[in-house]
């Protein structure tokens, strides 16, 4: 039975490592039998601002509606993003409040207790940083934007089985430096396809 995955990549251009990371991971997975679904964030059309709260809801968008159908279709999700201010980019940040909705990822009872909705689901983060190293994000900012992005919204929507991996910094990578992480991002994917 094939192994249904969504690769979620969290940077706004089309052009970057995040982007080549993604397409290792899809490549691999694909080879390895899995059935891999591709959310481009940056490329979705819709208003990452939520601009009344949970008060008045908004319609969602199509591309915001056919990207909940890939996340709630699949088994595994592969989140990929760079830290940008210690956390993700805003798009990013807006496609959550905008997509992972009450009744949709979360629901709360009238205790004020939430439940989430995203169950029997496993998870990957993969984050990239410019000038960071894993050490200083790590023990100086206690992974900021991993626990925000792990525990605040995956694991709380009832993602459960997150692991996570850090790339950086980026500018200390050589090109065979970025290779083997691609080499290494394949072999995740044969992993995740095989994972039950």
């Known amino acids: 039975m094939m192994k249904r995955i969504v690769v979620i990549n969290g940077h706004p251009a089309q052009e970057s490592f995040n982007t080549a990371i993604a397409e290792s991971y899809i490549s691999s997975g694909v080879a390895s039998g899995a059935e891999v679904r591709y ?3 940056g490329q979705l ?3 990452p601002n939520l601009q009344s709260g949970y008060q008045q809801r908004m319609e969602l968008e199509p591309d ?3 990207a909940l159908e890939d996340i709630q ?3 595994h999700q592969v989140w990929i993003h760079p830290v940008w201010w210690l956390g993700m980019p805003a798009i990013m940040k807006g496609f959550f409040d905008r997509a992972f909705l009450p009744g949709i990822a979360f629901k709360s009872n009238k205790k004020g207790n939430s439940e989430g909705l995203l169950n029997a689901k496993s998870a990957r983060i993969i984050t990239t940083a410019g000038d960071l190293s894993l050490k200083v994000y790590e023990e100086e900012y206690h992974s900021s934007g991993l626990i925000q992005l792990k525990k605040g919204i995956l694991e709380y929507c009832g ?3 997150v692991e996570s991996h850090f790339i950086g910094p980026l500018y200390e990578l050589t090109e065979n430096d970025r290779r083997k992480w691609l080499d290494t991002i394949a072999k995740l994917a044969i992993t995740d396809s095989f994972q039950n």
């Open 73 to 75: 279709w699949s088994e």
């Open 64 to 66: 915001l509606i056919k």
């Open 45 to 47: 059309n819709f208003n």
């Open 39 to 41: 959310v481009a964030i």
């Open 159 to 161: 993602v459960s089985s």
